[in-house]
């Protein structure tokens, strides 16, 4: 954990009370000793002090008891000496005062000024050898050196007695500064103890105070400690940090365990992290990515946009034993210190929800325009085309969904499916985008690919088909939404103030329509074959209405595929005509007549024809038939290619050809009426279309 | 509207069953649409889904599919019950593998058995029902989603 | 728009907008709501982009990636070489992130999505300068 810098700055501060608290110890006892020490010798001179002090008046005492015992005539010889040995005592004690330092030195000066003024008359008196007296029989007397001796005693007496006071005086001055001083010394000592006591209490008191602090702030640095592991254990988010090596650092979030599947994620990279979710490719711009926040040129704050792993599609447990897919958030934050980035903060969030949301609004609002298009377009049909379209396209649902009903349980069986159910989806696309239907054609146009992208497999299983029958379920919502909305608009038709329109709709019949919508519809699905593809061509259509009604699915079916393949193949680009001295503008021709018992219908366009070279080169590309077997097709036999199942010229897809489903349509759908196909062309100059048909029976007709 | 990783729910717990109780799995056939009434076989094993989303699954068998599953499982006890008890638990196993897979989004009945009767369908307006045949061996059933 | 604070009295920044859709150069020039900010320039390649760096030495760049002659790439290498210290903006609705991260690695400063809006617009711009 963070040991904080107030934590390291109180555990200094600790050390420094600790150390403060030993100097002003050692400083007390120092001073201490050394001012006892002093209070002892002030105490020593102190008494020496006051026994001087006695002296005088002792040296005067023993001179007038010197005298008296001349005036008396007794003997003097102890008394004597008990005056040297004062003189002497005093002597030697007041040299021993002069030596001490601590003395008042102006009284001291004094005081050996007048000391020093006795010597003189106390010397001849010490300095007396002899007998004071001479004695007689009867009486006694003072001797010649005795009469000289008493003068000496006489006058040091008389001195003395004159100076003793002063003296005292002088001596009573010195031992009062010494007393002054040494009070004042161990006035100092008082305040040294006090103060030292007063010293040790405040840094005693301030180090308790600190140690309490500090282990106050250990209890907050713990208690934080687990907040933070709490808060690591708790959050819905991972977080991590990465170091400069790309390295998880040792502190993470608990929700990274159930994002990732680990435990430990200490020190492990953010490769490993994500080995096994992402491309390499994606992985390597994230780690470019976050190199860059290591820099100093990007700018966090806009950089999100191109974050790689924005949004990321993992397969996590769900918590019950199975997988679900969840969408991960990853975010990078630079983590600042004084020298700059110490750190990528990562942050990853589930935004699965969030996801999911968007997407469905997305939806949404793709459904919203698709409806809106619709709309759009219904307004430009006829209704009653649309209705024929409905009901030609729900019979085409239900014979896919027929189709899919068929038993299968091997590969054969399954595969057998794919080309019936490609070619109903492709004449409903057909019909659709003629239509200018183009939500349907869309979504029709998916479930071809669908469609297509299993025809590839090597393998099927009714796995394979489950998406497929959803998108089935899908596309038939979506045609009763139209169907709901026909309705609608018809009764808004129906209710329009205007007698003319609905007089004008030449036949009401609901669900079926005319020659003449089949005719119209044909031109509009010119003009935008036309558009879609940049070519230029106009369409002829006669005799249609002498088409039998029950034909008029079929012949709608064929006539669609074959003018879309005559828009996308045969009519050439305008470049190509001009090169080509042909007219700029192609010509398509559709002739409906009655032939022998029957009908016959004309399909010509002048593009550039077909090539039965090319047909057969097409045809072995696409398996459809062996090179040996090309070899073999006289150019007849090679244009009959186009009605094999699965046969394309074109390379690519789009919505209107090149799925390989076209002809063979058209094909099974007159086989079907009982009719005959045939084509012949003209490379460079035409393609014909020839299609007989039998008598229509009298049901049919009805 | 049904989602395709959800029906994958649906046909996996079923064929899984197959798999676990009889060590040999069971295969899918080529999955429709269902049109007009239900077909139903001897023996059928309902769950009802309500909650955001709204439905019902059902597993129907004959009775000669139950009785060699039975037969695979070791069973020795071929009678009516038991085979209502396997339908019961293949539409279990079904229940566990959507709670699992969705959770909170379904709530899932306590499968409902029915045999011979016409079984009760409220089968949720505006959801068709999605037929997936499930062949076993020589036998096939049908699992029948529908969901809102 | 508290983005345009006051600025008064620093020095204007100067714009040099490099895009290649007329659109998107007036766009850009309209929505910028900074009072001392003035546009300098308007280059619709990278070439363009590095003889006005030249002539009007900018403060700011925005620049696009998908360019005809010098794409946004090259010539962000070439401005940061040519002008160190211009800061450059990339403005781009590339969907590819390799190509946009590359664009960061060569010394654009920040990255702004296509479409943006004028909020968006001007928040880059402040963060980048202000």
Known sequence: MLLSGVDRNRRLLTAAAGFLLAAVMGLVLIIGFRLATQIRGNVGTLQRASELETYPSVVSQQLTALRERLDTLEYTGHVHAELAASVHGFDRDFAALEREHDLDPSAMHAATALWHSYTPVLTPVLAYHGEPYSDTATNSSLSRSGRVFYAHVRRAELFAQANAAALHRQLAAVSASLQARTAAAASRLRWLLSGGVLAVLLLGLAAAYLQLARARGERAAREAQEQTRDILATVREGFFLLDADYRIGAVWSKALTHMFGRENFAGLSFEELLRDRVSPETLATATKFIKLLWGERAHENLMKSINPLGQLEVSMDNGRGGKETRYLQFDFHRVTGPKGVKHVLCAVGDITSSVLLSRELHEAQENAHSQLDMMVSMLHSDPLQIGTFLDSAAAGLKHINAILKEPARSHGEFSKKLAGLARELHAMKGEASALNLMSIAQRVHHLEDMVAELKGRSELTGNDFLPIVLKLDELLAHLRGVREMTLRLTALRDNSPSPEATLSTPALRIGSSGPEELAATLQSLARKLAQDHGKDFSLTVNGLADCPRSYLPTVKDCLIQMLRNSAVHGIEPDEVRRAGAKSAGGQVRVDFRRAGSGYELLFEDDGAGLSPETLKEAAVRKNIITAEQAAQLDNRAALALIFKPGFSTRAEVSMDAGRGTGMDVVAKAVYGLGGKIGVSTNPGRFTRFKIALPAASESAVA | MLREEELKTFVDGTTRYFEVAAQQPATIGSPYLLEGEPAMHDYTGMINITGKREGVVYFTAPRAMLTVLLMKMQESDFSHESMRDLVGEVANTISGNARRDFGHDFVISVPSVFAGEKPQISQPAGARAFVIPIHWRSHSAKLVVSLT | ?130
């Open chain 3, 1 to 130: 728009m508290d983005t345009a604070k006051d600025t008064s009295a620093r020095r204007p920044v100067k714009l040099l907008i490099v895009d290649d859709s007329n659109i998107v150069r007036r766009r850009i020039e309209r929505s910028q709501q900074f009072d001392d900010l003035e546009v300098v320039g308007t280059a619709a390649n990278g070439i363009e982009a590095l003889e006005l760096a030249r002539k009007t030495d900018p403060d700011l760049v925005t620049m696009d990636l998908t360019m005809p002659q010098m794409d946004g790439i090259e010539c962000i290498t070439q401005l940061v070489k040519l002008k160190p210290e211009v800061r450059i903006l990339v403005i781009s609705a590339l969907s590819d992130k390799a190509t946009a991260v590359e664009a960061m690695e060569r010394g654009a400063n920040g990255f702004l999505d296509k479409p943006f809006t004028d909020r968006q617009l001007n928040e880059a711009i402040a963060e980048l300068m202000y």
